[in-house]
């Protein structure tokens, strides 16, 4: 009987194994280089580009040119964006392609006779949008570090627009979702007034001719000439605030990333006007003296230490961040060690914090939903990571069909009036109010993680207000609690953001006893109207130097690699 029992005992150790093994996640592996992003056309692009023997800021021009085709839900030449890199020599640094308010732009422009905000004007139409920053961002780091001609580059995205994108399930979802909304700011004769269904296909052909003119004449293609003569009056016809003299001012600016330390981890990231960077260190540098792998993966003690954490940085968030150039920021105060722990005083594991107990720290001396992120590694071993967004889904929902541009609604990410929540329920401060040529806080947190001196992961996430928690789980799920790169994007998300005090879970994804636990504990949870919490493209460098991408299954990310 003993031997019989042992042998069960092995049948169902071998039989578990084998199930284990079967169930294990794991993402496109490649040898050399990897794109992820939020459509495969896109992916394949960039990767062509270091195929044709680019590096991966060919790439990131190609990309991102080419997700204003192939994803105008969240890509689009009028809107802006983020870009931290990482040269295969260890150095970094960041690039600030935000949009930024017209040089018409008041502190109190969404505001009527009475004070109050006026419901839409900072979301919806041409008063919504601030002066685009795409195309001077590509321009910018592709002059910079780029190897192959941009002719080259463009070429191939003006040939993806010419040919067309095919319709998945999930874009017919999106455009007939939002297509009432396009139609009812933009006219019903424009492109996006069509009802598409999946297997259609949709050709770009306005949008090929703006893309070439850019080709043609460079950075000034779009911000001075007919372009810009034609894009500002549109604007203003429609009521909006942009002019031909803010967009031939635009420019892209490089900035010193944020960088920490998390145990063995360094982590490089965005700085202000993103607030990612800061606010990603400050929650990392409170769970830190915690012993966060012995807690459990997304149990009740895991994830009240980070909910706790989540809640203190951004109340810190709203208060303190906003444009560098128009506001001191206390950046080194922020990350410090020490203030990091007081601000964790009050955290017990007996009950939650009320928000309403949670103020600003201390310190002597206020997004989009609709964002994309896309991760690059090249064959050289330089990183790249890139956040790029319009705010809502399809921005403004003003779209200029003869230039084939959706505008952003950007403006929406300032304090309208400091104490009033934006969009996505974000309560902004004096730091983040409206000023003529300032950039708009933002949530964007394209992230780099070295370890041991090595790269080890480029991550970043859509989702508005949500983006820092998701790239904090992604980076926690691989570190902590040693998952690869698709298991990590994979697993089921939270979010909180100090107001409202509410904890986001994703449906139908946690144990229901584990919510049951939070809320005896004080939490209150929302898994009922919870959007996705992000859609991650990631890379994770293995310890045998190959790649593991992971696209979110979310969406319609793919890797591509080879």
Partial sequence: MRKIGIYLLAATLMVSGCRREKEKI????????????????????????????????????ATELALAVAYPFAGTLGGGGFMVYRMADGETGALDYREKAPMAA?????????????????????????????????????????????SVIMDEVIALAKRGVVVTEKQEKRLENYREEIIEVSGDTV???????????????????????????????????????????????????????DLAAYEAVWRDPVSFQYKNLKVISMPPPSSGGITLGQIMGMIEPYELSEMGHNEPESIQLIVEAERRAYADRNHYLGDPDFVTIPREELLNKNYLKDRMAGFSLERATPSEEIEEGKIMFAESMETTHYSIVDNQGNAVSVTTTLNGAYGSKLYHDDLGIFLNNEMDDFSSKPGVPNMFGLIGGEANSIAPGKRMLSSMTPTIVEKDDDLFMVVGSPGGSTIITTVLQVILNVYEYEMGMQEAVNQPRFHHQWLPDVVLFEPDSFEPETLRTLEKRGYHIN????????????????????????ADPRGDDKAAGY
């Fill in 26 to 61: 794991t993402g496109l592996v490649a040898e050399q280089a990897m794109v992820v992003t939020a459509r495969e056309e896109a992916s394949a692009i960039g990767l062509k580009m270091i195929q044709k023997g680019g590096n991966a800021f060919d790439a990131m021009a």
């Fill in 106 to 150: 008041h502190r109190d422009m969404y505001l009527d006779s009475l004070g109050n905000v006026i419901d839409g004007m900072s979301r919806t139409g041409a008063t919504a949008a601030g002066v685009p920053g795409v195309v001077a961002g590509v321009f910018a780091a592709h002059e910079k570090f780029g190897s192959l001609p941009m």
């Fill in 191 to 245: 492109l996006f007034a069509q009802a598409f269904k999946a297997g259609d296909t949709i050709r770009y052909d306005a949008l090929a001719k703006t893309l070439s003119v850019i080709k043609e004449q460079g950075k000034d293609g779009f911000y001075r000439g007919e372009i810009a003569e034609e894009l500002a009056s549109f604007v203003q016809k429609n009521g909006g605030f942009i002019t031909e003299e």
């Fill in 527 to 550: 898994e009922d109207r919870s959007p996705i919490l992000g859609k991650v493209n990631a890379i994770l460098a293995l310890p045998d130097n190959r790649l593991e991408g992971g």
